[in-house]
């Protein structure tokens, strides 16, 4: 049995009245249109409530089910601890959840708790499911730093495994939408906001779920979303299936949005398996890019195949650029995948004889040395996007004045703590975020005095 149906919901503590206290009336029509909610899911009788939350433990690289028996939790810390909750895991759900995901090498399961307790993302759903409808065991699912593209796997996995198990199972994306819509909001104001929230309002309205994985990761993070990784997995969980989707509410008085919308799918539909065709559009373009590359990144790409493919380094080929083989010059070697850094290693100065040979190693050291990541693997190399950035000399500057986050990178030192940060990156908008950024990459503490310098690149795609 497939999913029954899915819903976007938020999750403003404040609109539990023990939590706002009076305040909660701003939002009246997201309560109304929560108890709806409510009484849909109680109308369809659910073994199982999945229920994704941004507030449960979440990892860059690993999507996290709660694990054990069940979990409690209360409002204590928005001060109303007599609000509680005891809810009962489907543990054999969340078994063969992890069973398709360690037969597809998938980075999910159960691993790693820090806190068993639920978390207001969960709980404000339950606070009014609990009203309607006291049966049904949950899942508790988090998100993750992965690409869009996995989230919306991982939704495939989910009904996958209701499928196999025949649960009647309905699924609760939670998230709150922009942070920043109002001046007057927890985040203050930013244009990406309301852009955000129309968005997402059109999109989730129409179903239109492909739309979905096309959001600009940098787009999202300026408008300070919380939920967009919600919907998504939600979304992977009705691939491939005709869907009736309907907008309930949407407010943003608070200066956060808040939308609710239900879906309900009506049958299979082959037109709606929507990451294939992301991936087969990703794979074209990432192939007409390598194709049209120039002789830097085809040099890189050939570095970084031949590393994962065979474990291989490659020596420098004939036919190069004099530039590439009579000049020294530090060089950073940059991957992307489905828009998402994949890894990212470089050399200020440069180290080896040449810049094909700083290029060679740096390639293999991006891959498979970046600390942040895990070696790319070879069924990535299809959508896997390369840059290589040729840095200019270092020069000393007295003042953040004499940066510009777009034509200059930054090196930020202090002793021999030292951080460096590329110019031009996406989300990397003012000079005081392209210093804080390279400090923190340094170890570099706030209260410690330091020294800049700039650098200008040439950046070949």
């Known amino acids: 049995m497939s999913i029954l149906a899915a819903f976007?919901?938020?999750?403003?503590?404040?609109?539990?009245?023990?939590?706002?206290?009076?305040?909660?009336?701003?939002i009246l029509d997201t309560t109304k249109a929560y108890e709806r909610v409510a009484e849909e899911v109680a109308a369809l009788r659910p073994g199982t409530i999945i229920l994704?939350?941004?507030?449960?433990?979440?990892?860059?690289?690993?999507?996290?089910?709660?694990?054990?028996?069940?979990?409690?939790?209360?409002?204590?810390?928005?001060?109303?601890?007599?609000?509680?909750f005891s809810e009962t895991y489907d543990m054999e759900l969340v078994r063969h959840i992890c069973k398709i995901a360690d037969t597809e090498g998938f980075p999910a399961g159960t691993l790693g708790e820090r806190d068993a307790s639920l978390?207001?993302?969960?709980?404000?759903?339950?606070w009014f499911l609990r009203q309607k409808y006291a049966n049904g065991k949950i899942v508790r699912i988090g998100l993750s730093g992965l690409p869009l593209a996995d989230h919306y796997r991982f939704g495939q996995m989910l009904s996958q495994a209701v499928e196999e198990t025949g649960r009647r199972a309905v699924l609760i994306a939670s998230g709150d939408l922009s942070h920043k819509?109002?001046?007057?909001?927890?985040?203050?104001?930013?244009?990406?906001?309301?852009?955000?929230?129309?968005?997402?309002?059109?999109?989730?309205?129409?179903?239109?779920?492909?739309?979905?994985?096309?959001?600009?990761?940098?787009?999202?993070?300026?408008?300070?979303?919380?939920?967009?990784?919600?919907?998504?997995?939600?979304?992977?969980?009705?691939?491939?299936?005709?869907?009736?989707?309907?907008v309930l509410s949407h407010q943003d008085v608070t200066g956060v949005g808040y939308g609710i919308c239900t879906f309900y799918p009506e049958g299979k539909d082959e037109s709606r398996h929507f990451l294939q065709k992301y991936k087969e559009k990703m794979e074209r373009e990432c192939a007409k890019k390598a194709e049209s590359g120039d002789a830097f990144v085809k040099l890189a790409r050939a570095s970084v195949e031949a590393w994962v493919l065979r474990k291989e380094r490659i020596s420098v080929p004939d036919g190069l650029p004099e530039e590439m083989l009579g000049?020294?010059?530090?060089?950073?070697?940059?991957?992307?995948?489905?828009?998402?850094?994949r890894g990212c290693i470089g050399t200020i100065l440069p180290t080896q004889r040449n810049i094909a040979e700083?290029?060679?190693?740096?390639?293999?050291?991006?891959?498979?040395?970046?600390?942040?990541?895990?070696?790319?693997?070879?069924d990535e190399l299809s959508g896997l996007e390369i840059s290589v950035d040729v840095l200019g000399e270092l020069e000393p500057i007295d003042s953040p004045d004499e940066l510009d986050v777009k034509r200059y990178g930054v090196v930020v030192s202090h002793g021999r703590k030292r951080?460096?940060?590329?110019?031009?990156?996406?989300?990397?908008?003012?000079?005081?975020?392209?210093?804080?950024?390279?400090?923190?990459?340094?170890?570099?503490?706030?209260e410690e005095p330091y020294r800049l310098q700039r650098f200008e690149v040439v950046r070949h795609v």
Request: charged letters at 25%; glycine letters at 10%; hydrophobic letters at 35%.
């Open 52 to 84: 994704i939350s941004p507030h449960s433990e979440m990892y860059a690289d690993y999507f996290h089910i709660s694990p054990g028996k069940g979990a409690t939790g209360s409002f204590r810390r928005f001060r109303a601890p007599n609000v509680r």
């Open 358 to 378: 700083e290029i060679l190693q740096n390639a293999v050291s991006a891959c498979s040395r970046d600390p942040r990541f895990n070696p790319v693997t070879a």
């Open 181 to 246: 819509l109002q001046s007057y909001g927890p985040y203050g104001f930013a244009k990406e906001g309301p852009e955000y929230d129309r968005k997402i309002m059109n999109v989730c309205g129409r179903a239109a779920f492909d739309e979905l994985l096309a959001f600009d990761e940098a787009f999202c993070e300026k408008a300070a979303e919380c939920g967009h990784r919600s919907f998504v997995i939600m979304a992977g969980a009705l691939d491939g299936l005709s869907v009736k989707a309907m």
């Open 419 to 446: 951080g460096l940060l590329l110019p031009n990156l996406d989300g990397v908008d003012t000079v005081e975020d392209q210093i804080r950024i390279a400090r923190q990459k340094g170890g570099i503490r706030e």
């Open 119 to 126: 978390d207001h993302g969960t709980m404000v759903p339950l």
């Open 8 to 26: 976007m919901v938020p999750h403003p503590p404040m609109i539990v009245p023990d939590v706002g206290r009076g305040s909660e009336k701003q």
């Open 327 to 341: 000049r020294r010059a530090g060089t950073f070697v940059s991957l992307h995948r489905y828009g998402r850094l």
